[in-house]
């Protein structure tokens, strides 16, 4: 038993320094850990949103070809929302079909362009306004782009394309 006690007779614990730098370490860690973590939740949410609007083209589109009628789609820049619409062949009515939102912290951004695309039973689209469907972060970072081809309405998603 004595031997026991001597051999552990010279182990007195941590200094106090010791104890500091290995929890300044730790929170550096910590600090680039969290920093990349917002940003991957961010892309996330992002990756999300234009997952969403991707569908919800993609469904106008269907509807429009298998119904026989257009369907509108609206987009606000910067802001969250968008809307689809039916159109009514013998009319021209357009009937609210659904209003959406992106997920928080998702917007189309100011300098999108596009404003509407309607697509047709013969499976074309008319885009108003230029360029693509725009979605990004708040702070515009991470931005993704949706194409809408206007010959055969294929709607593609582009990632990091802003």
Known sequence: MGRRRGLWQDEHGFSLAEVMITIVIMGIVFAIASSTWFGVVEGRRV????NEVAADL??????ATNRLEDWRVEIDADTRDYRIYRIDPDTGTAT???SNLLPEHTEFPPAM????IVFEPDGKAQITGAGNVRIAADDGSPCHEI?????TSRVEVSIDAC
């Open 147 to 151: 194409e809408v081809n206007p010959v």
């Open 47 to 50: 990756d999300s949103a234009t």
């Open 113 to 116: 362009g596009v404003s509407a």
């Open 58 to 63: 993609r469904r106008a589109h269907t509807n």
């Open 96 to 98: 609210l079909s659904s």
